[in-house]
């Protein structure tokens, strides 16, 4: 069984930073597809950012381009994302996703595995 488990949430006032990790635990597991999303109470899970296996490629929604950072260190299967300059209206459940699969998934279907979330939480 593969898990995804999240750290690094709390609360932080805005233009803060933040840093998650998603590390993965279980059998012997290379998640070659990896992103962040997130969920903000009363709206719908959304994009963030994700990152390919080698870490060349990675991919930002419009919202956190610029401020967030997505990275993965293979020798330990994490994957981080980095938050600068944080907004009130990131205050979300963020979540881990992996995937076997190749290249970069930018929709929730393109991800296998989730991670349980972690709260951020930005005062104003």
């Known amino acids: 069984q593969v898990q995804l488990v999240e750290s690094g949430g709390g609360l932080v006032q805005a233009g803060g930073s933040l840093r998650l990790s998603c590390a993965a635990s279980?059998?012997?597991?290379?998640?070659?597809?990896q992103g962040w999303f997130r969920q903000a109470p009363g709206k719908e899970r959304e994009f963030v950012a994700a990152i390919n296996w080698s870490g060349v490629s990675t991919n930002y929604a419009d919202s956190v381009k610029g401020r967030f950072t997505i990275s993965r260190d293979i020798s330990k299967n994490t994957v981080y994302l980095q938050m600068n300059s944080l907004k009130p209206e990131d205050t979300a459940v963020y979540y881990c996703a992996g995937d076997l699969r190749g290249g970069i998934g930018l929709r929730e279907v393109e991800y296998a595995f989730w991670g349980q979330g972690t709260q951020v939480t930005v005062s104003s």
């Open positions: 279980g059998r012997a597991f290379i998640s070659y597809r």
